[in-house]
């Protein structure tokens, strides 16, 4: 089971900033052991299908909501006593982007993570 109240991210910080001009760097902090896979799911904020702002769903044909991400595999760049610690580049074609996070637990969960 992933320990929701373990992981750790804050945008406009340490995890996610400007590198340069065109390039993003994300990170992640997960419980140790407990995740094997994350995915940054990422991209423009205004691609959305039709439906508009009320949510979405990540599966099937019916999805509506925001469509514009990419899955990026993040790679884990440290271990800690007590954390995992992921990271991923992404260079977005315009100067904005919206992400969340795809975990995929050691007990078989997938969990959605994300700032709302």
Not at 3 to 19: C, F, G, Q, R
Not at 37 to 45: A, E, S, T
Request: include cysteine; charge should be negative.
């Amino acid at each position: 089971m992933i320990t929701v109240s373990s992981l750790k991210h804050s945008a406009k910080s340490e995890d996610s900033y400007a590198y340069d001009n065109e390039t993003l760097h994300v990170r992640l902090r997960t419980l140790r052991g407990e995740v094997d896979k994350v995915i940054l799911w990422i991209g423009d904020p205004y691609n959305w299908a039709e439906g508009g702002l009320d949510g979405g769903n990540m599966a099937g044909t019916e999805a509506f909501g925001w469509i514009g991400g990419n899955e990026i595999e993040m790679e884990q760049e440290a271990v800690t006593e007590y954390h995992d610690h992921w990271f991923a580049v992404f260079k977005p074609q315009k100067r904005r982007c919206r992400y969340g996070f795809i975990l995929f637990g050691k007990e078989g969960e997938k969990f959605l993570f994300g700032e709302k």
